[in-house]
């Protein structure tokens, strides 16, 4: 099992920026897709970004087009969300999860962000 890690949540203001990290425990090149879901209380778990294939083909949510960029660091394990423009309905509790050419998904423990107006 991978273990994945998520940091870098917290409190901003609207407007502002910031920027998760993700931590896992094996080369992130070994995923087929890496990426990151977020869950506001009282609603369903929503994909955010995806780094996608060999390629690292970036995938985005409507809402996070043009405000949120998707990265990978093969050489630290890292995958990153930087989030810029964030909005209150930006708040949640993000998720990364990585999946792997074979078998089942790996999720971390999340990293609340709040984004106060």
């Known amino acids: 099992q991978v273990h994945l890690v998520e940091s870098g949540g917290g409190l901003v203001q609207a407007g502002g920026s910031l920027k998760l990290s993700c931590a896992a425990s094996e080369r992130t090149f070994s995923f087929h897709t890496m990426g990151w879901f977020r869950q506001a209380p009282g609603k369903e778990r929503e994909f955010v970004a995806a780094?996608?294939?060999?390629?690292?083909?970036?995938l985005y949510a409507e809402s996070a087009e043009g405000r949120f960029t998707i990265s990978g660091d093969n050489a630290k394990n890292t995958v990153y969300l930087q989030m810029n423009s964030v909005k209150p309905e930006d708040t949640a509790k993000y998720y990364c999860y990585g999946d792997p050419p074979i078998g089942g998904r790996s999720w971390g423990q999340g990293t609340q962000v709040t984004v106060s107006s």
């Open positions: 780094l996608e294939g060999p390629g690292h083909r970036t």
